[in-house]
């Protein structure tokens, strides 16, 4: 596979070989290979966790990295972003990892060069690394997703993770349901509290609310979201034993989740982090499709 775009071109058996490569990067010691390969990170939407993510994930793996800043490059000036890919093409550049606003940017690039892409995050549409470091997060702690009860919750309509993770998680046969405000519900069948799922779920999947995609009318208060769609320390309680938290951040303490539940027990956002770095070395050795031996 020399692309890895949307979740949807991945099969179970693609999905649980990057997650057992990216626990093998995690508990071998000397995992550091000498990869002779040029990639460049292009984020043209602000990014902390990911960005550095993938640039940890490429120097572990010994690959040389070439510096980008959208703030600074060429598309200020009207380059197009299919000019700017076969630019660093035409330099040497094997591999972009791309972040934009944008959905589906990539289909354009697909058709029209040959270089290897990975999708950082497409608008609305998918953000394939942050569902693969999640379903590697849960396997890590069930060991399956077969019937485990996972519930998203929050601003589904625009999550590109929740569009990513309720297609995988089906897929490897998790029971998964969502709540969410109406107007946040998007495509999907949402429930309107947390009534009924509380008692009963595996990992509670919370969302950013992303203001930035949102109208005028479409705005909570932060008091108001937090004690309907929140996960408030009442409802933390509920929970069973086994429960797990995770949020793909940054997270807004206080509004998603109580800011004393971050580092809760039940919380798993940073391993989240941690795990990224690995699940990234995965996805680039992936699509490598191993030339670097």
Known sequence: MNHLVTMKDLSNENIMQLI???ASFKHTEQHQKEYPHFVSNLFFED???TKVSFEVAERKLGMHVIPFDASTSSVNK??????????LEAIGVEVVVIRSSEENYYEELLANTKMKIINAGDGSGQHPSQSLLDLFTIYEEFGTFKELSVVIAGDIAHSRVARSNAQALSKLGANVQYVAPPEWSGEFDCLPNWDSVLSTADVVMLLRVQHERHQPDQSFGTDTYHDLYGLTVERYNELKDTAIIMHPAPVNRG???ASELVESDKSRIFKQMENGV????AMLEFILGGDQE
Not at 278 to 281: I, L, V
């Open 20 to 22: 057992k490569q990216a």
């Open 278 to 281: 690995y699940m990234r070395m």
């Open 78 to 87: 009207g380059e197009t972003l299919l000019d700017t890919v076969k630019t």
């Open 47 to 49: 990014s902390t966790r």
């Open 255 to 257: 509004v998603e989740i």
